[in-house]
């Protein structure tokens, strides 16, 4: 088990959701968290319902310097945990250059620039914790999903890449995958989402991988069986199993 009191937890994408869940379930283990998001009104309503320490620090993942002055307030962290994320259901026939921009922009890339301003400290004191956040619908291309799963690839390969680089340091890189959450972000699917999670479920296995020593949580199984088994498909079987007809 984890050592939380006495952390600092940055927690970028809070105001929502999982996000908010998670940056619950940290206050309640005994860390302070700083909490961030677009939304001041959502980050201050989540300060004064948390058990412990907390405070609100407003960004825009897709902006650097909202993100320089966001890290600069937050302040010495222990860990950053990283649950921005942005979403639309979007097919390649109807491509949306604006709604696909913004879904790498904030996932992916928003991702890449939070990093940039905490692992750099966190190598040179060589200590902290980071955790990110993919899907599992990463693991290999659907239909309907343009722009969401690369954005999701994207963070998952860069986790992988983060722990094969600091593994044997004192910097701690965890990635968690969960399956289909019910935000307001998959309230836009007019399709059956197996085995949706409430927030509060999927943040407790969230948490209780955070607690562990293991690089990698995907949930809920069998879905995340059947996914990350079907990178073993050729493409000859995959594709036509999963393709729109037309």
């Known amino acids: 088990m984890r050592e939380w009191k006495g952390k600092r937890y940055w927690i970028v994408g809070a105001s929502e959701g999982l996000g908010r869940a998670v940056a619950e379930s940290i206050s309640r283990a005994g860390a302070e968290v700083i909490v961030s998001a ?113 954005s999701k690839a994207g963070v998952m390969t860069m986790a992988e890449c983060l722990y094969s680089d600091l593994r044997h340091t004192g910097v701690e890189v965890q990635v968690v995958n969960p399956g289909f959450v019910r935000t307001r972000l998959t309230d836009k699917n007019d399709f ?20 562990s020593d293991e690089f990698k949580m995907s949930y809920p199984a069998p879905l995340s069986w059947l996914l990350r088994g079907s990178q073993l498909l050729p493409d000859w079987i995959y594709y036509p199993l999963v393709s729109k007809r037309r």
């Not at 059956?192 to 607690?211: G, S, V, W, Y």
């Open 38 to 150: 677009r939304s001041r009104d959502r980050l201050d309503d989540l300060v004064a319902s948390v058990p412990g320490k907390a405070s609100a620090v407003t960004i825009d993942v897709t902006d650097q310097s909202s993100i320089d002055r966001a890290a600069s307030e937050a302040g010495e962290i222990d860990g950053m945990v990283y649950l921005a994320g942005a979403y639309w259901p979007l097919g390649s026939e109807k491509w949306d250059a604006e709604k696909i921009t913004t879904m790498v922009d904030t996932n992916f890339l928003g991702a890449t620039r939070v990093l940039g301003a905490v692992v750099p400290r966190f190598v040179e004191k060589d200590a902290g914790h980071i955790v990110l956040t993919g899907s599992l619908s990463g693991f290999r291309g659907l239909p309907g999903a343009q722009g969401y799963v690369p």
């Open 192 to 211: 059956k989402m197996p085995q949706r999670m409430e927030p509060e479920d999927a943040a407790r296995r969230f948490f209780e991988h955070m607690n």
